[in-house]
């Protein structure tokens, strides 16, 4: 029996797809802000703040591990449901909160391995959501893209501020965005050139710091539009270190508008 703790985003859907079609024993401990798993009959839609309940569920349904997958947005402490447990561990979630979503997860993870609960890899028993190093598209990156992204990478291993920003957008050698709490539709909104088409790369990496088992950079045909409109020529992702959705059609995409899919 594995625990799904599942957000928003279609990664969970790729994993609850797989764990059926491989008759895998699971439950859902449903976070997502529409309680998008409510028809699942293995499904507990909770509160992020009733940790009472959740370990319980685990415990009584004889559940000693865990998978994370989808996004877990940063709550309204003063609106949240509390249980007795989750008064004793608020103000640990509250602390993490300061440092950005990424890092109530981390603080989640601990507090479940305190009660003998194990988190696995959310990329566990779908390895094919995540790409080798190599180039994916029929257009490479050229010495004028790869100084971009040698630059990118660079920058996004020096952040301080931003300690859990996975995201950055570089052009003609300049930083023109650095993701923010608005998440990396945001970013690219902001990226956006009138004066430049098809310059400039979206670099997505985890943070040295991230916890690669829960909180892995997630690349799919929405950022690939989203990168074309702001006028980019590519995306750069970390071999093995991403969820990639939509493989097929992101690589068509690319291909058809002339841009470019690198994994370093």
């Not at 802000?33 to 309940?53: E, H, L, P, R």
């Not at 291993?157 to 650095?178: D, H, T």
């Amino acid at each position: 029996m594995i625990g799904l703790i599942f957000g928003d985003t279609d990664f969970p859907n790729k994993i609850l797809k797989t764990i059926k079609k491989r008759k895998i024993k699971y439950l859902i401990i449903d976070l997502s802000k529409s309680k998008k798993f409510k028809k699942d009959n293995k499904s507990y839609s909770v509160s992020i703040g009733q940790f009472g309940k959740i370990i319980n569920i685990l415990k009584e349904n004889s559940c000693r591990k865990v998978l994370f997958a989808g996004k877990v947005n940063k709550p309204n402490f003063s609106k949240l449901k509390l249980d007795i447990k989750g008064f004793y561990y608020i103000p640990r979630i509250i602390k993490a909160s300061k440092l950005g979503d990424a890092a109530i997860l981390k603080e989640i993870i601990k507090i479940l391995a305190q009660n003998n609960i194990k988190t696995e890899n959310s990329l566990k028993f779908n390895p094919e959501l995540t790409l080798k190093k190599g180039d994916y598209s029929r257009i490479k990156p050229n010495n004028s893209d790869q100084l971009d992204i040698k630059k990118a990478i660079k920058t996004l291993n020096n952040l301080k501020e931003y300690n859990y920003s996975q995201a950055i957008v570089i052009r003609n050698n300049k930083i023109i965005s650095i993701e923010g709490k608005g998440g990396t539709k945001k970013m690219l909104e902001n990226s956006k050139s009138k004066k430049y088409r098809k310059r400039g790369i979206l670099v997505k990496f985890p943070k040295k710091k991230q916890d690669l088992r829960v909180d892995l950079p997630t690349i799919g045909l929405k950022t690939l539009k989203q990168s074309k409109t702001a006028g980019l020529k590519g995306i750069v992702i970390k071999s093995k270190q991403h969820v990639f959705l939509d493989k097929n059609k992101c690589i068509s995409f690319a291909n058809k508008n002339k841009m470019f899919i690198s994994v370093k």
